[in-house]
């Protein structure tokens, strides 16, 4: 029946973007070690995409360098994203995808395809992939203590009527929800939902994530720590508040 | 049917062994047809701590090798009725216990015999996995620090996904916290985590608190299981551990640092 080999698709990826300031290879070394100590397993064999948009001026970057670190902490750099046009030569070098400056988001990127290229076709392809349907995925529910060493996931949202000890982790598609005490970590979003929101009788967390944004319990520590919180992704950054 | 009740910790040297033959000891007191197994393939010291190393002949993995029948290994204990050990051997490495051969040494038991102690080697592994795979009852053996409380959790975990009854979709392994070692003097002072730090973490009933107690390096030295030490404090704490897994309520003792008495307060003695 289906004769053909392969099928385009278009899919939204949730991906880790390190964004670069400035760089130096030892301070950069420093700080990415540090990273992924804090959370080894958030970044094992993760794919990233470097992005260069806030980048400070600077005359060139050793992207050779940049990379092997990169891999070293076991981080796999996929993609370069708004290199500036007089890195463009070396970058291209380096032999990974260059990717424009981010568009804020999909409507933008049909407005700006109508403009530029009023080509029909090429617009229903991208009209398409915004209005994929989001399909609801039932949720799970987890009655017991969710223990050190165990790994809970669910394909839609995850409510936990206990509580997550710490060593144990959480993961959800959509929102968590844990009627009990938080001390292990909980990934809500993980497909890259960014309105996903984690809910929690007790914040005392060693990591919270949201569409790949984290934070990890040392920078939790000044708001509801060991408080009933709800946690919610705000341009891209997570906000902590009390559940009251 | 006999009760399966492992006592385990993830943690090494908090006190499982010490637990297996006391409460052990404590059930066949009370009447139940009881037998303590060492689990402890490779270091064995179950029968040192129950005084009877000198009259092991067959162990455990003879038994499951069937290189000995059951009654030729079970040890028939001197001093406690109704109590019965079955040795771990010294002499074989752990991969000698297979869980077809410990389930058939375990059905057979369960045939007369009303309550099966497993005293668990240390770990998270193998070992430990074989001794809880089996059980109904969970004793979860932990010290009040912190990384005895975690590997504690870990092993709740386990018990919660690997065991016979998780695998079978039964209803869940019971589980009891007994808290060992506690040093109420430690805690005051902030070294040791205390009992509601640890009930808070670990969320599961509390089945007793053993002090750390003199009388109990003093019981294994002697081959004789603390329980049987009715003056002690950590005898005491075992019995009263008993009571509740029979189901008493009992309230929980040697909570609190002891008062020093009108005489020792005169003489400034501890
Ligand atoms: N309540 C207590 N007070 C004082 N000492 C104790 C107490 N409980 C156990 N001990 C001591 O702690 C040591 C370890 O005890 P035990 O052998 O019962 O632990 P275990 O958990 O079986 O160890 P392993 O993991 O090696 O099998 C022994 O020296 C024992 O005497
Ligand atoms: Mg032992």
Not at chain 1, 166 to 186: C, F, K, N, W
Not at chain 2, 76 to 81: A, F, I, L
Not at chain 2, 158 to 178: C, F, M, T, W, Y
Not at chain 2, 212 to 239: C, F, H, M, R, W
């Amino acid at each position: 029946m289906n004769d053909a080999c392969f099928q385009l698709k278009g899919s939204a990826v949730s991906i880790i973007v390190l964004e670069l300031y400035h760089y130096s290879v030892p301070s950069f070394t420093e700080l990415l070690g540090d990273k992924v100590r804090q959370a080894p397993q958030f970044f094992q064999q993760s794919p990233v995409v470097i992005s260069l948009e806030k980048l400070e001026e600077t005359q060139s970057l050793d992207f050779a360098s940049l990379l092997e670190i990169c891999r070293e902490f076991h981080l796999q750099p996929m993609a370069l994203r708004g290199v500036p046009e007089h890195l463009l030569a070396s970058a291209r070098d380096c032999g990974l995808a260059l990717i424009p400056a981010n568009q804020r988001n999909s409507t933008e990127l049909d407005t700006r395809q109508t403009e530029d290229q009023p080509d029909a076709q090429a617009e229903v392809v991208v009209k398409k992939i915004v209005e994929e349907k989001l399909v609801r995925r039932p949720s799970k529910v987890i009655t017991r203590p969710v223990r050190s060493g165990q790994q809970v996931y669910s394909e839609g949202d995850l409510i936990v009527m206990s509580q997550v000890s710490a060593g144990a982790e959480v993961l959800a598609e959509g929102d968590i929800h844990i009627y009990g005490t938080l001390r292990g970590r909980a990934l809500a979003g993980v497909t890259g939902d960014t309105n996903a929101k984690i809910f929690c009788q007790n914040l005392s967390a060693e990591l919270i994530a949201i569409a790949g944004n984290f934070i990890l319990s040392d920078s939790l520590q000044n708001k509801c720590w060991q408080e009933a919180a709800y946690i919610s992704l705000e341009d891209e950054n997570l906000q902590v508040r009390a559940l009251s | 049917m006999a009760k399966i009740i492992v006592v385990t910790s993830g943690k090494g040297g908090v006190g499982k062994t010490t637990t297996s033959a006391a409460i052990g000891t404590g059930l066949a007191l009370n009447g139940f047809k009881t037998v303590v197994i060492d689990f402890d393939v490779g270091l064995r010291n179950l029968d040192l701590i129950m005084g009877c190393e000198r009259r092991v002949v067959y162990d455990f993995v003879n038994v499951i090798k069937e290189e000995a029948t059951l009654n030729q290994a079970l040890i028939k204990d001197k001093r406690t009725d109704n109590l019965f050990i079955l040795p771990a051997s010294q002499t074989r490495d752990k991969d000698a216990l297979t869980q077809e051969g410990v389930e058939k040494v375990l059905d057979e038991l369960s045939e007369t015999f009303d309550y099966i102690i497993c005293d668990s080697p240390a770990g998270i592994e193998k070992g430990a996995q074989m001794a809880l795979y089996f059980a109904d009852v969970a004793i979860v053996t932990t010290n009040p620090e912190v990384s005895s409380v975690r590997d504690s959790d870990r092993i709740l975990g386990i018990l919660q996904s690997k065991s016979r009854r998780a695998e079978n979709g039964d209803s869940p392994v019971e589980e009891h916290l007994l808290l060992t070692r506690y040093n109420p003097t430690r805690v005051e002072d902030g070294e040791m985590l205390s009992v509601a730090d640890v009930e808070d973490i670990l969320a599961i009933p509390l089945l007793g608190v053993i002090p750390e107690s003199e009388a109990v390096l003093k019981a294994s030295n002697a081959g004789v299981p603390v329980i049987l030490d009715t003056e002690a404090d950590a005898g005491q704490a075992y019995d009263d551990a008993v009571q509740r897994l029979l189901g008493k309520e009992l309230e929980h003792r040697f909570l609190q640092v002891p008062k020093k008495g009108f005489f020792q307060r005169i003489l400034g003695g501890r």
